[in-house]
């Protein structure tokens, strides 16, 4: 009869093993093949990742060497840049050059103003406008809203065609 040493001897010689390489210890060390499926899995993923990003260029014969630490890999591949750094002529830095797209604190300003004059007027016009605008991103159709409200559907398209109407006159940037 086997002893418990023994079966547990077995079980370690008959699962197979893959090898993995450590780059600080400069050694091999074999894991089981589950373990090493997993890893594989693992590193494969963030080298694809990486190479995706530009960030990595390791050539294939050396994907043995990935261990996931791509700080300190030799085919990483830095393409972060400070807006501050200098450039190489010494004139400015690279903020300098970008244009910058951001509309000015004015305008933004100044549209928020617009904007809510327009809400109100057209609050003063059609006193239901804001009702009828949740109801609308509730996904009603215009008759679901015409009856929550209370009118006819004809009238109810016929008082928002005379305020979009007369807001486009009095409004007529943003229609």
């Not at 100044?110 to 804001?130: G, N, V």
Request: charged share 35%; aromatic share 10%; proline share 5%.
């Amino acid at each position: 009869m086997p002893t418990k040493s023994q079966s547990q001897e077995e079980k370690f010689m008959t699962k197979e093993f893959k090898r993995i390489y450590d780059k600080t210890t400069r050694t091999w060390y074999e894991v089981p093949e589950d373990q090493y499926r997993d890893y594989d899995r693992w590193r494969t993923a963030l080298r694809k990742r990486m190479q995706y990003r530009g960030e990595c260029f390791c050539p294939r014969s050396k994907w043995w060497l990935c261990d996931g630490n791509c700080l300190d890999c030799e085919f990483h591949n830095n393409t972060t840049i400070s807006l501050d750094d200098p450039l190489p002529d010494g004139e400015g830095t690279l903020a300098n050059y970008v244009p910058d797209d951001a509309p000015l604190i004015e305008e933004v300003l100044s549209e928020k103003a617009e904007l809510d004059q327009l809400f109100e007027r057209l609050q003063e016009l059609m006193p239901e406008a804001k009702r009828i605008g949740e109801l609308r991103e509730e996904g009603l159709s215009d008759e679901a809203i015409a009856d929550i409200i209370g009118i006819k559907r004809t009238t109810f398209l016929s008082r928002l065609k005379k305020a979009k109407e007369k807001l486009s006159e009095e409004f007529p940037d943003w229609f």
